[in-house]
């Protein structure tokens, strides 16, 4: 298994920019696809964005597409979320998360790994 902490959170203006990142351990980080999801309060988890395990495939969110880069360093078992032009609703807890499937998937049931969140407040 693989053991997954995201740091990088915190408070930022509309318009600004934020990069989070989610430090992996364990079992090899290669083996994973990888996503980010988010989860505003009373609201249920979404998907933002995810990359196959050599990162040549991203998916994005139609919301975050154009504004969010999703991108992984495999030597050092790093996944990253670069977040530009931020709005107030990208406010939210953000979770990183990893997979065995090798089609990258969307749906956050199908993500076998979790880490505990960080926050990322927008606001002025």
């Known amino acids: 298994q693989v053991q997954l902490v995201e740091s990088g959170g915190g408070l930022v203006h509309p318009g600004g920019s934020l990069r989070v990142s989610c430090a992996a351990s364990?079992?090899?980080?290669?083996?994973?696809?990888m996503g980010w999801f988010r989860q505003a309060t009373g609201k249920e988890r979404a998907f933002v964005a995810a990359?196959?395990?050599?990162?040549?495939?991203?998916l994005y969110a139609d919301s975050v597409k154009g504004r969010f880069t999703i991108s992984r360093d495999n030597a050092e078992n790093t996944l990253y979320l670069q977040m530009n032009s931020l709005k107030s609703e990208d406010t939210a807890v953000y979770y990183c998360?990893?997979?065995?499937?090798?089609?990258?998937?969307?749906?956050?049931?199908?993500?076998?790994?979790w880490g505990q969140g960080t926050q990322v407040t927008v606001s002025s």
């Open positions: 990359i196959s395990r050599s990162g040549g495939r991203t």
């Open positions: 998360a990893a997979t065995g499937y090798v089609v990258v998937p969307t749906t956050p049931s199908l993500y076998n790994y």
């Open positions: 364990g079992r090899t980080f290669s083996s994973y696809a």
